[in-house]
């Protein structure tokens, strides 16, 4: 495989990552926020690629490869979002991401938490879930996890040394974490205008360690 970039431990694949994951291995831990299956809800869908993101493409894409990497790496952790939660395996331990100001609806209230779905053994004990208000910056992905954020839950779930692999890798955030934290990672994405804002993310100087 030629990566699309490589610079200081970080490397992107431009590809499906279901043929290119069975050509990685030494992967130590997964972090990834999978597409969501919203297509066809009220919800709008985030991805420029041709494909249909429905409840039935997470669960003949998304949940084989989450089954898969469980089965390589010792620890795996999935945000999933709410629409296709129950299409996942049932996790080790379970947490959320608490969005105090959220403004999304759902049918008993507002939409106020991302689930963490986490399996493996963890690399210490904590709490499994977290308050934030932080909101992303706009890079480009009409769909960016905040930084600081995704650095909180990457440092909870690794160990140093580790190597980082997020599958659905979008505009980098678990690749720009990685970096910021000195860890090895690896991200993979089927959008090449996707690959080309992570890529620039990374060409910046690390912002916290």
Known sequence: MTPYYSRDGITIYHGDSTTISPAIAGIDVVLTD??????????KSHYAHDFEDTPASVVEVAVP??????????????????KSLFQYP???????IFYP??????????????PILYYGEPP?????????????????HPCPKPIGQWTRL????????????????GSGTTLRAAKDL??????IDIEESYC?????RLAQEVLFA
């Open 196 to 200: 080309e804002i992570a890529a620039k």
């Open 182 to 187: 000195g860890l090895q990672a690896i991200g």
């Open 154 to 169: 990457l440092r909870r779930i690794s160990e140093p040394g580790d190597l980082i692999l997020d599958p659905f890798m």
């Open 90 to 96: 049932a996790p080790d331990s379970f947490g959320v």
């Open 34 to 43: 999978p597409f969501y299956g919203v297509e066809g809800t009220t919800e």
């Open 65 to 82: 490869l989450i089954n898969f990497w469980r089965t390589k790496a010792r620890r795996v952790v999935v945000t999933p979002g709410l």
């Open 101 to 114: 100001a959220a403004v999304s609806f759902q049918r008993w209230g507002t939409a106020d938490t991302n």
């Open 124 to 140: 210490r004990k904590g709490p499994c879930s977290f308050a934030s208000t932080e909101r992303a910056k706009k890079n480009g």
